[in-house]
């Protein structure tokens, strides 16, 4: 059975914008994304969303709802009140293109600083071994859909603007410490995530863990064991006279 809600969508583009009120029917068994087309079919026809799938598997439709990074197709109405007002406003730690849409060019520029998986350069494509340990393990990183609400969330560039030049984000530490870990590969990533990538930034608050659609363990898989190697590296007197012996 269907009802009014009263919902609270931001209008605007980088030079300002403000929450526009509207009253809306939702039906049930509907998501927050049904609200925002029915919005552009009805009420706001220039209203810009981004979206494709509406299956929780593309990343597209990210934003906030009532504060909290969340995708508009895997938000359930039903996990509001009839009476509560929702706001729905982009995501704060990107530019603002216009109204719920934003330029997430950032992570791309991340993403290229990234050097690629590097296998032995012996190593044949048929010659490829690997544990079903190391397997699940780089497929649970591998489930990124990169909606990018880790980003978003994360406070070392949601609150400081001036760090997005030395941190690359949750996501793209994430990458490294799963091309770190990957049995196949010879690169040494450890001092790239600490000294070019802003790994130390970190403090690891789990926020990131907690809004990953996927439900990946960034911090604990992740970043805590990036944080451990590089420790290691930096600071275990074994390995430090490893490295100085043969030069890895």
């Known amino acids: 059975m269907g009802y009014d ?20 029917t939702v039906n049930e068994g509907e998501v927050v994304l049904d609200i925002i087309h029915r919005l552009q079919a009805t009420q706001a026809p220039d209203l810009a969303v981004r979206w494709n799938c509406k299956a929780g598997k593309c990343g597209s439709c990210s934003a906030e709802i009532n504060g909290r990074p969340r995708l ?9 009140t009839e009476a509560e007002v929702i706001t729905v406003t982009p995501m704060r730690t990107f530019p603002v293109i216009k109204d719920l849409v ?31 340990v190391d397997v699940e393990r780089s ?17 070392v560039v949601r609150d400081h603007e001036e760090n997005k030049t030395s941190f690359a984000g949750p996501r ?5 410490a799963e091309l770190e870990m990957h049995p196949l590969d010879v690169g040494d990533r450890r001092g790239l995530a600490q000294d070019e990538q802003g790994l130390g930034l970190c403090n690891i608050t789990k926020c990131c863990t907690e809004v990953c659609p996927e439900h990946i363990k960034i911090t604990d898989n992740a970043l805590i064991p990036m944080k451990e190697r590089v420790a290691d590296q930096k600071y275990d007197p074994l390995v430090w006279l490893g490295n100085k012996l043969f030069r890895r």
């Open 102 to 132: 934003t330029d997430v060019s950032f992570n791309y520029q991340k993403a290229r600083e990234i050097p690629s998986f590097t296998p032995p350069a012996d190593l044949k494509p048929g010659d490829y071994r690997m544990k079903q």
């Open 139 to 155: 497929q649970e990183f591998r489930k990124c859909i990169e909606c990018f609400l880790c980003q978003d969330t994360c406070h």
């Open 172 to 176: 793209f530490l994430m990458r490294i």
């Open 72 to 80: 508009l197709c895997m938000t359930r109405m039903s996990t509001f």
């Open 5 to 24: 809600a009263k919902f609270r969508v931001w209008r605007g583009d980088l030079d300002g914008g403000e929450l526009h009120d509207f009253t809306v």
